[in-house]
């Protein structure tokens, strides 16, 4: 077992990725907002995460491909080649450099709810940490270091949601009983674009092939994948409850992370902005190393460059990143926003993604005996759908055209 264990680790940089400033954010509002109401959101998420990031592990595993390369090879020769190429770098290399931004400032805000007298660290200082990790090249620092941090948000946020104490009976009915409104829409997007997030499934084919050097490993593979995602989403269940119970509910517009520890003052005096404070700078330090590491994967294996952590425009890749939000975080915007626009953002893209690895795990060339069944091609297909509609709907709903 303790062997078994030992051999679990790709997971958690999924996990760490979609638990990062974005989630805290988008789970905090929506329990002040709507108290438990949207934990169906959460739970839908998390199996459709481990859909389609069970598609990407194995892809990495049994046809020793990452997403990109994955992509290169099937359309070799093809027109659309380059659509696919500029879609991928559109999405993923600028559509992380938006998150890196979110990721940095959240992780600053982390410092500010603080109250320690003469804190007052800069944005650089996140950005040198994430660069000392990744340039050091070493895969298993990395992994611990992520394992560490994430260990600590999830100490954070569940020990807090059981110190308060919610109505349980009311959490189950959140969980278990979907709801969704016009008011909540863009919410419900936001909460999936916050788990289901696309640079991960580029992320975790690319380390699990890695990790993972033959076919007897699936099995941990899928063990791997299947904990770490599960425990991100009761993180995030955790975070929601926590607010709803210190906001009761109630519709309040969210200024900054601070007014979770301020709301949170009652319940647990002057401890609040210690535990918002450790779990939101763990959030964007964590999601900081994966955006830029998930960015560099996809990018040099679509474009058939070498993508490996020595490699170095693997590493001009992934310091692209890093230096692209550190420049969009020092823009001045409000945090809340950048945020959340990242998060809802990925959540419409995310099925254009999902739709290019169901095709890919079809293929019998590549994945043989492993590839998709006829089952998991109707439940990968309702995943996406699902997805498809949810981000058509907050469309509509930004331009105030009401279809459905």
């Known amino acids: 077992m303790l062997k078994k264990l030992k051999e679990l680790g790709p997971g958690i940089l999924v996990a760490a990725a979609f638990i990062g400033p974005g989630t805290v954010t988008t789970a905090t509002i929506a329990g002040a907002k709507t108290?438990?109401?949207?934990?169906?959101?959460?739970?839908?998420s998390v199996i459709a995460t481990t859909f389609l990031q069970e598609m990407s592990v194995r892809l990495g595993v049994i046809a020793k491909l990452g997403v990109g390369e994955a992509l290169r090879k099937k359309t070799q020769g093809s027109f659309w080649r380059i659509p696919v190429i500029v879609l991928v770098i559109s999405a993923i290399l600028i559509g992380n450099a938006a998150y890196e931004a979110g990721n940095i400032t959240g992780a600053v805000l982390g410092f500010k709810v603080s109250e320690v007298a003469g804190i007052n660290p800069l944005?650089?200082?996140?950005?040198?940490?994430a660069f000392l990790l990744l340039f050091s090249g070493k895969y298993k620092l990395i992994e611990k270091s992520i394992l560490g941090l994430v260990g600590v948000m999830g100490l954070v946020f569940l020990v807090t949601a059981i110190i308060l104490n919610p109505d349980w009976s009311q959490v189950l009915r959140g969980l278990f009983l979907p709801s969704v409104s016009e008011?909540?829409?863009?919410?419900?997007?936001?909460?999936i674009g916050t788990t289901v997030v696309p640079y991960n499934l580029f992320l975790h084919a690319s380390t699990a092939k890695e990790k993972w050097k033959n076919s007897k490993s699936l099995k941990v593979a899928r063990l791997d994948t299947v904990l770490s995602i599960v425990l991100g989403g009761i993180i995030t269940m955790a975070i929601l409850v926590v607010s709803a119970v210190a906001f009761e509910g109630k519709s309040k517009?969210?200024?900054?992370?601070?007014d979770l520890s301020f709301q949170l003052k009652p319940l647990l005096g002057s401890w609040s902005s210690s535990f918002v404070s450790f779990g939101f700078l763990a959030?964007?330090?964590?999601?900081a190393i994966t955006a830029p590491l998930a960015a560099a994967f996809a990018?040099?294996?679509?474009?058939?460059?070498h993508s490996t952590l020595s490699s170095k425009k693997f590493k001009l890749i992934w310091i692209s990143v890093l230096v692209l939000g550190l420049v969009f975080a020092s823009l001045g915007y409000r945090p809340t926003q950048l945020i959340l626009f990242s998060q809802v953002a990925n959540g419409i893209l995310l099925p254009v993604i999902a739709a290019f690895l169901l095709w890919i795990v079809n293929d019998r060339e590549l994945l043989k005996t492993h590839k998709n069944n006829f089952w998991l091609n109707i439940l990968s297909g309702i995943v996406i759908l699902i997805c498809v509609l949810l981000g058509l709907k907050s469309i509509f709903s930004a331009f105030s055209i009401h279809v459905f």
């Open 253 to 258: 517009e969210i200024q900054d992370i601070s």
């Open 123 to 129: 944005i650089v200082g996140v950005v040198v940490l």
């Open 35 to 44: 108290g438990y109401t949207l934990l169906w959101a959460i739970l839908f």
């Open 283 to 287: 959030a964007g330090i964590s999601s």
């Open 183 to 191: 008011d909540n829409t863009l919410l419900v997007v936001g909460i």
């Open 299 to 305: 990018t040099a294996e679509i474009l058939g460059w």
